[in-house]
């Protein structure tokens, strides 16, 4: 049973470390004019925050009853999936993929030039039909530069949303089942 304790501990410790390392490398999930760097970063931070975090608490989580680390691991599970969701809904909603060339991120909420051009032809792509990326994309910026950077920040928070919960359930999951397989004195 410690094996197990470790198993949730070493996948903890995985979600902490491997999500920004790959992040970095990949640029995975980064929507297009992010910064890698700024997302790959801010999952290691976070992650790493979070281990501390539950290392420094370790105790109190050890003496918490099973019942409520399975409540508290059922609801940073649920918390995982409604993050993960709505990161998939925004990258699908606001990320225009355009084959051929690089892809552009609208912000979710658009203003001036943009929010016309969007009302008179319909769709995200439809605009990038009518105008031509290149020229959306200078709208994009002349336009909505604060929203945009207000839609990346809402993205990285959601996608730190998604590390840090998991880290933290698996985490609280492993120091649980680690003090709960240790020999008490007879």
């Not at 999952?43 to 281990?51: D, F, G, Q, Y």
């Not at 909603?93 to 319909?122: C, K, R, S």
Request: charge should be positive.
């Amino acid at each position: 049973m410690k094996e197990l304790g470790n198993v949730f501990s070493g996948i903890s410790a995985t979600f902490a470390l491997i999500p920004g390392m790959t992040i970095l490398i990949t640029k995975l999930g980064v929507p297009p004019g992010a910064s890698q760097v700024v997302f790959g970063a801010s999952i290691e931070s976070v992650c790493a925050l979070t281990l501390l975090m539950l290392w420094v608490n370790k105790q109190k989580i050890k003496r918490l009853p099973s019942q409520r680390i399975t409540k508290y691991a059922v609801i940073l599970g649920i918390t995982f999936v409604l993050m993960f969701v709505s990161y998939l809904f925004l990258y699908g909603y606001y990320v225009e993929e355009i084959p051929h060339t690089a892809d552009l991120l609208f912000p979710i909420w658009p203003n001036g030039e943009l929010q016309e051009g969007l009302q008179m032809h319909g769709s995200h792509m439809k605009l990038v039909e009518a105008w031509g990326r290149d020229d959306v994309y200078k709208v994009i910026q002349s336009s909505s530069s604060l929203t945009i950077q207000l839609t990346v920040i809402l993205f990285l928070l959601n996608y730190m949303g998604i590390f840090m919960s998991l880290t933290m359930g698996f985490g609280i999951l492993g120091i649980k089942i680690a003090s709960a397989t240790k020999k008490k004195p007879q």
